[in-house]
């Protein structure tokens, strides 16, 4: 089985409340295929621009993830992050945005990336995003994220993605403004009123909740005292959970309960260093480790 | 096995973004004990004044808790609290405090009560926390709760507390406040390295966390859609561990984690309604019930 992402490529400068890092690999969809390539092949589609350092791309195809997708523009620069962490290193400040080459962001997928059967709209707008679903025809399985500035701005064109795709992962705060509702159990029920067959509602340091027409769960998150730097988590959520829906080729109830704790587990991990540095030192076999406790810690 | 616990009686008045009661009953013993009459015998230690309806007593007794403890001081006035949720029902601000009769509550215990075995101190100061701790000398397991308050006013007399104590249930904010950690993980374990044995790390409508030598674990509160009102849910998902244990007669990781279970599931009824109002119309039945769907949302 193959899974596409389509979703943003950055440089990253964080600073938290005892670290600080400048220009290092970051993105919506660099995030999410790491983390997705421990379980399935992974396609990247993104755009970079001239500034774009080669040994990111190097980075990503030694852990086979397939960067054909992945288009340097000569002439423009890469999307530019850099936010600040509060104390409690679960909220967060944006003290500048420059979004270069993704502003006009609008692919055209490859005859090999349109038959894909597992597709992920990973950070962008709605518009881009229903163009991307719109080339992808004969997928299996369909999922977005969103942000507050989509909701703010393109809100019709979410609604519309929203009536067409199969499941949505957005955090807490982005569900709250979306639907009105304060409840987060309300605010996913909500959600999933909008059209997806699935919600998955994150709570960053508190774990996600799931909502779908026949159950409602939540997850808590591995609680893991080493938080250097949350950047990723919810990408790196979403390529765990999305990879491992991939290898086992369909999003049953059962399965996509084991694909959100797979998730946590892999989030759990990337908060764990700075960009892809702590998912750098550790293989499937690490997740396994973890997920075995986590299961253990759930269970009475 | 017979449980005691010490706290506040009150009568709490309580304004949501949607409703309003006044004067009704409240109280950290009162929330405590009628939680934990559901899984053991429960005795009542705290005082009101001459203002208190006789018709609260009589619901206390109507769930075999012993109020032979709960002394009505004549010319004193019942400890009141005001207080106002935010949108979120998750934060709220204390408009109005009179302590009143509880400002200089320092109680005897009766004899019997001094041969408890399970002691809970709800909350109230270090100061009295500790008096009655030594008045029941042969107790097999003693918990207490605490507050922002007593952090900030009497830190030592809390870290003499500590040192004595077996457990210890606080709020997240209290943890942060009183470790200086702001990672919950840390915090847990800052407080475990205080003294006690063991430690509940409560999160409102996230949960709450559980830290032992051994043992590190989160358990997601349950996800009801209805939330009237939180008051009171700290001191009742107290209440059911509490009572659970007692039923028990142990505190062993297994049967803690059980206790977390159902403290959970009683705080997340009472929440559904003000004051006693949601637990005064469900039976053991019903958490036995809600803990089933909870166990078999927590299992993948």
Same sequence: chains 1, 2.
Avoid at 212 to 220: L, N, R
Wanted: with cysteine; hydrophobic share 40%; aromatic share 8%.
């Amino acid at each position: 089985m193959s899974l596409l992402v389509v979703g943003s490529v950055a440089l990253d400068s964080v600073e938290t409340p005892t670290a600080k890092r400048d220009n290092v690999l970051g993105g919506s969809a660099v995030f999410f295929s790491y983390a997705a390539a421990y379980f399935s092949e992974v396609r990247l589609v993104g755009e970079v621009g001239a500034d774009w350092p080669a040994e990111h791309t190097e980075l990503l195809k030694s852990r086979k993830i397939d960067t054909a997708g992945l288009r340097v523009v000569e002439g423009a620069k890469t999307f530019r992050w850099r936010g600040k962490y509060q104390p409690n290193m679960n909220d967060r400040e944006t003290l500048e945005v420059h979004l270069n080459v993704f502003e006009n962001f609008n692919p055209k997928l490859s005859a090999e990336n349109r038959k894909s059967k597992f597709l992920f709209l990973a950070n962008g707008s709605p518009v881009m995003q229903l163009g991307v679903l719109e080339q992808v025809p004969d997928r299996t399985l369909a999922v977005c994220d969103t942000m507050d500035l989509w909701i703010n701005i393109q809100r019709d064109a979410l609604l519309a993605l929203l009536r067409r795709i199969d499941g949505i992962v957005l955090n807490d705060s982005e569900a709250k403004l979306l639907t009105g509702h304060e409840n987060l159990v309300q605010a996913g029920r909500a959600v999933l009123e909008l059209g997806p067959k699935f919600v998955v509602l994150k709570k960053g340091e508190h774990g996600a909740m799931f909502f779908s027409q026949d159950e409602t769960f939540v997850m808590p998150a591995y609680p893991t005292p080493d938080v250097v730097d949350p950047t990723g988590a919810g990408d790196s959520f979403a390529g765990g959970m999305m990879g491992y829906l991939t290898s086992q080729g369909n999003f049953e109830p059962k399965t996509l309960k084991e694909a959100l704790a797979y998730g946590t587990i892999v989030a759990s991990f990337n908060v764990e260093d700075f960009s892809l540095d702590r998912m750098r030192q550790i293989e499937r076999s690490d997740l396994d480790n973890r997920l075995t406790a986590y299961k253990r810690m759930l269970s009475f």
